[in-house]
């Protein structure tokens, strides 16, 4: 028989207002297994819980009711007297009289409450007698975070982590970190620039030793779960020793042929054994085998012919590594809309009609024409510059319906630069509307017009075209309510913010939502902006969404101490509300294994000594369990339950309704 | 008079009405409802469980079984689900499990299925009066009581 | 020989006769017939801007729903706006369950919109192909700079259309290279001509057509082809005034591009119909010692 | 221009009607003025299209009929091609145009046409003509 003691909470007046303490714990008293009951004015304060931690020890309790308040308010401070009288937290449980009943029920009489009370309390005893003790669940933590994405997010996200004295991988698609900021200008809307204050934080990442990085690779499969990831990295073949090679550019300089410059997007071309930019880091070249004879035709050979070193390696082959790391971040960033789905504006047939990113390499001092705005087509200065916003975002016909929440403030900067740049110039800049809220933004966008004079329209263009060695932009003011046509020199097109190609495919591959743009879904918008239902991995950055530095750095840094907190111990304890398998009932149907939203059930295979499958049973990873308890009541043949909230224990909270 | 006054048991029959609701949403809505002291009928007995996912039709049958006169069953808003889409489970299923209860006789106005948040104190309480109100027209539920009896007997 | 039932609608069998007898020769010389339908009345010359006005969908059904009944899996037209016309009409009796039945129900006979709309540029260049056509060629028109104008009923609304790129179309300086001219690309080939406001603003016309021409000319074009009888005919009629507007402007002719088609291919200037031409092509012909 | 807005003017009757016929949604109209932009004729409009839109959601029935604009427009279609969120100015024209002609009002008179052009223009002109333009 139980030993179960009850106790009744007066809540001061909350609870005796209408509810008869005193009767209900009477009440309890009848019932079978109940060998202590009372009521107390306040069960929550400390001569309250001393009182509960004398009567278990006293009376030998092994089940504690506390009908009071609700749970969600002191279930935590009764659980932990309880365990501190050695009794198992598990063991202690609430009946909530007070939330849910005797402040709903105004009934001063007490009849109504008392009638109430009683019923709660029974219920939650006859619950309370079916639970069982539970165990923190402990699970080990492998203090190492895997950072995926090497731009600004990733790079902050990776250099916190590391400041906080965990090892860190970085892996980063591309031959050098740096992602898009690497290619920007200036930044708004301070105007420094953003290869200044990026390079040292690349360089930061090359010298730490807590950082391993692995450039030119991507991850190909991550499992596991939090605590204990398995990752998968493809490094592909740079054909270039990176322990040989010192980085000295001469393979570069003698290298004869070219390709187009995926870093200043087509504005110019590279050599085909390049680093993308001069500042890279790793400052280690890679050869573009498509387009280099050597593996087509098996002709040149030059970079290895002048390589010192002898890294040249024209039969390196992709390797596969395999990481063990306890978080991920996932940093993967963005890419901007391909613009030749703007016919409209004649993207890709008129030379002199280029995107944003471009402009920021033609005003970039390191970029192709060394900081001087000069159009592509002829390489003049340009003298009229028009600008137009909301090129593919907010164009629901062009399958973008959000705002790409950056390009009011770098088109702002861009009329800023091409007037500094070149004096007697003119901007034109076509808005629908101008979101500037963020610090100094507005103060920004008001000086390019006032200081700068660049002409803002409201509204939008209809069509580009080329005209006698100009380009005639057709467009709407609406607020003069009239047809505006301008003879410019350039086009520069402020093209939406776009989920990374391919991003759903990593989403799937590490187990976290994407929107139906492909950004990555954050847990919850608004308290849990940097964690994903898959715990343990976090993210930063573009990939969520668009957004400026100063947002993805806020994201890395916050992705960071999230992970620095699950590695402030080897262990890490949960509540132990999971789900668990009765493997010999399990028919192996998979149906909680398809309804388990956290991928928590594994089809396990039982295996005697000499390797013969004996059959397959469900089983719960108790570390990526969250205890919704879906499964339990999927599973047909009832060999699932759920830890706390187990059928024993609603059945009987039932029947004594 | 006092508004309590129309509470109390003059005879006449108060159902008994159960409620499953999620941890997360419907019970802390219900919680927001008393530390609002909104009123309502105190015919509910709420039985809390972490989603509403986790509800087993038979939950159900044995709650009319015991005597409930009327069932409710309440967690998040679609797309609010703490567990992401246990909700969208219990809805399916819920589709389900519906039709097999009218088969079976039960008056689909004894079952009531909603969402409510925990910011939705009022919704709670409107609902809790309104699913009181009409099973207290419909009268008892007796037949299932009748099962557990022979069972018993 | 292949046989493509053949919508000529009102237009081409009369002011535009040109345009049906170039198209008509021109098939028989690529290989392919163009098998007119028996019955056949007015598409309606506008597809209805607004989806609640069913009784203007009434008359292409009768088209379509004829088309079918003769046995064709489909039916050509050479009129930009036919084509926009019978194509969308059949797209909304196929689409629509709803307005099918009340629309086949007006007509007293049921269409699915199964059959497949198509305009003789398609046939260029899907079935016969633009190679073929330059191997047939007889009379290259070698050093004629031509531009094409599609104007709008060809193109748009692009969803609906497709038969080419709406911002950029060049289905039909195809086709001219392939007769041997040089296709001269000009930014205003598929803006409006003014339309039907020949009727009662001659002004609008006048300033929208010249704009195309103007256009066209300052690329260097010499000549025009069209598709669309009623763009052929604002094209070239709202040039006198462009004329006396514009210093340094001269008369560009606009032909159908069947009717250019129908000269690479050897046939005989009169029965393509160039003398009725208010700005005659022969003369740039002759220059050109084509 | 002062208007006075009033919530009965926003959602008359007029402006739902309109939206029937249309099949537009004049909400979903964001002001990004691509149809003025791109419009052949707006330069002699009176209400150029992304204004008569902002008169509907104004429910200023008044303003759009009152203008001359819907007789311009020939249905070129570059408004609702290039409209970012798939809202078709020419159909609203052509619903004003549909209400004013069931009403008995016309634009033009037959007889004023000049007889040379109904002579020799195309067919289709008139046709198209006719049944946009006159009642």
Redesign the interface.
Known sequence: MARIGVFVCQCGNNIEGTVDTKKVAEEAQKLPGVVYSRNYKFMCSSPGQEMLKEAIKKHRLDGVLVSACSPHMHEKTFRKASDAAGLNPFRCEMANIREQCSWVHHDRTKKTGTVKGNDLTRMAIERLKRNRPLKKINIPVTRRALVIGGGIAGIQAALDIAEGGREVILVEREPSIGGNMARLSETFPTMDCSQCILTPKMVEVELNEKIKLYAYSEVEKVDGYIGNFTVRIRRKAKYVDEDLCTGCGECIEKCPFKAGSEFELGLTSRKVIYTPFPQSVPNIPVIDAPNCPKFQKDKCGACAVVCGPKAIDFKQKDTVVEEKVGAVVVATGYQMMPNERFG?YGYGRFKDVISGMQFERLASSSGPTGGEIRRPSDGKVPETVVFIQ?VGS?????GVSYCSKVCCMYTAKHTMLFRHKVKSGQAYVFY?DIRAGGKRYEEFVRKAIEKDGAMYL??????VYEKDGKVVV?????LS?S??EIEADMVVLATAVVSRKGSDGLARTIGIGSDRHGFYNEYHPKLKPVETVNAGIYLAGACMGPMDIPESVNMGSAAAGKVLGLFSSEEMAREPIVANVNERVCNACWDCVVACPYSAIERFTVKNGQGDVMGMHAKVNEGVCQGCGVCVAACRSKAIDLAGYTDEQVFAAINAF | MSEHAQYEQTGAFEPKIMAFVCNWCTYAGADLAGTSRLEYRPNVRIIKLPCTGRIDPLFIIKAFENGADGVLVSGCHPGDCHYTTGNYHARRRWIAFKSLMEFTGIDMRRLHFSWVSASEAIKWVDLINGITEEVKILGPFVEYKGLKGEENG | MMKIPYYP???LN???KGLDTSARESAAALGFEMEELKGWN?C???F??????LI?LTAPAKVLLNAKKEGGGSVMTL?S?CYNVLKRTNRVLRDDKEKRSIVTGFIEEDYDGSIDVIHYLEVLRDRVGFEKIKEAVKRPLKGIRAGAYYG?MLL???KEMGIDD?EAPTIMEGLLRALGCEAVDFPDKA??C????????TD?VER?SGNVMRSAAGRGAELIVTSC??C??NLEKSQKKTLEETPGYREVPVVYFTQLLGLALGQDEDTLGLGKNLWDIRPLLKSKGV | MNIKLVKEDIESALIRQLE????EDVKKC?????C?????????MDV?P??MIRFLQLGRGGEAFGAGSM??C?????C???????V?A??L???LR?MRLRSGGG??EVRE?PLP?LK??????????F???VG
């Open positions: 409209e909301c907010r164009d629901e016909a062009k629908m409201r509204g939008r263009v209809s069509r057709c467009g709407a003011d609406t309510n047809q505006v | 609608g009102c237009t009369t002011v535009a007015c309606g010359a506008a209805p801007l607004t989806p609640d006005n203007g009129c706006v709008c748009r609304p692009f709406h803006e409006c003014g339309a039907h406001l020949a009727m009662t603003r609008i929208l009888p009623l052929q005919y | 029937r016929i249309s099949g964001y002001q990004c003025g691509n003025s932009a791109g419009c052949p004729v707006a330069y002699a150029p992304a204004q007789w311009l020939v249905g070129c279609l570059q609702y091609s290039r409209c970012p969120k798939n078709s020419a159909s024209f052509e619903a549909q634009h033009e046409i052009f020799g223009a195309p067919q289709q002109a008139l046709v198209c003509g049944r946009k333009l």
